[in-house]
Nanobody, 124 residues
């Protein structure tokens, strides 16, 4: 059974940095893509960043390019999201997701596995 467990979320101030982690277990994540999504209160989950687990190819949402970086430690089955220069609009529940396909995808419904999410709050 695939499990994704996020950690690292907390309350920070605008301009601060934060790193989220997601430990994945339950399958071999070779030939899979993994990503981060954000859900603000009352809204749908929106794409933040994703990576091809094998090649390391990454793709970011325009709103975070240059500030957020997705990376992975394949040996440790861990996905990271380094977030710099945080803004109040980055506040939300952050979810780690995985899909059984190496194609990076920005659509939440195309990911089969999800973590429970972790809260990030950025105060102004």
């Amino acid at each position: 059974q695939v499990q994704l467990v996020e950690s690292g979320g907390k309350l920070v101030q605008a301009g601060d940095s934060l790193r989220l982690s997601c430990i994945a277990s339950g399958r071999n994540f070779s030939r899979a893509a993994m990503g981060w999504f954000r859900q603000a209160s009352g809204n749908q989950r929106t794409f933040v960043a994703a990576t091809d687990w094998d090649s390391g190819l990454t793709f970011d949402a325009d709103s975070v390019t240059g500030r957020f970086t997705i990376s992975s430690d394949n040996a440790g089955n861990t996905l990271y999201l380094q977030m710099n220069s945080l803004e109040p609009k980055n506040t939300g529940e952050y979810y780690c997701a995985a899909r059984e396909n190496t194609n990076i995808n920005i659509t939440a419904r195309d990911y089969e596995y999800w973590g429970k999410g972790i809260q990030v709050t950025v105060s102004s």
